[in-house]
């Protein structure tokens, strides 16, 4: 039985009060990004530096596909005092519709059962440059530079702001990808997809379980 999917609609309605789990003053700021192109709709999320052009480990897009097109790029800040005031993107949202989501269910790749989980466990993807991503399956040669710390994507974090990592770049072939710092930092996140009344897919979010792993 995979995990209970956490409340994400929350996170990104404006005022809303998420219960933190430890943390202290916990606040939340949304920010709109821009919009990210699938031009062939199947959507893959995956720590750029590790997988972006790598084939021997190029990541699966997730079974649930979406209509090709451009769709709105969201994060999710948490601003925290826990023990001291740290700000750090707690999710990433790509929206399909604007519509509420209903439910929740895991964003699966191929080969992966949720039946066969331990309760309380989840499928999700690895973070080891501590940044995730979401981009469309096609484009995974569209940015070429990056496992070297060479490109657009280590240009825009090198230029990018103080503060947590987020931005849409633009690689070859106009495909496009969306990096988000993630939470924390390194480890596995579960991406969720929220569907509508219609059971139609909504939108996707990428849980970086910042109030389940708050630093001491």
Do not use: K
């Not at 939340?28 to 052009?53: S, Y």
């Not at 519509?99 to 080891?128: H, I, K, M, S, T």
């Not at 569209?142 to 990592?165: K, N, R, Y």
């Amino acid at each position: 039985m995979t995990s209970t999917p956490p409340d994400c609609t929350r996170w990104f309605t404006p005022g809303a009060a998420v219960p933190p789990e430890g943390v202290r003053g916990a606040a939340f700021t949304v920010t709109e990004l821009g919009e990210l192109g699938l031009p062939t709709g199947r959507l893959v999320a995956c720590d750029p530096v590790v997988h972006l052009g790598d084939d021997d480990e190029r990541p699966a897009p997730f079974t649930v596909t979406v209509p090709p097109g451009s769709y709105p790029f969201q994060t999710v800040v948490a601003e925290v005092e826990h023990p001291f005031r740290n700000r750090v993107i707690a999710a990433a949202r790509l929206v399909v519709r604007d519509a509420p989501a209903v439910r929740w269910e895991p964003a699966l790749v191929p080969g992966q059962d949720p039946a066969e989980l331990a309760d309380g466990d989840f499928f999700g993807y690895g973070v080891d440059a501590g940044v995730g991503c979401f981009l469309d399956a096609s484009a995974h040669h569209a940015f070429p530079g990056t496992q070297d710390e060479e490109g657009v994507v280590w240009e825009a974090m090198d230029s990018g702001p103080p503060g947590p990592t987020a931005f849409l770049a633009e690689g070859t072939d106009d495909h496009t990808v969306a990096v988000f710092g993630s939470g924390w930092g390194d480890g596995c996140y579960p991406t969720w997809i929220g569907r509508g009344t219609d059971g139609g897919a909504v939108c996707f979010v990428t849980d970086f379980r910042v109030f389940r792993f708050a630093p001491a």
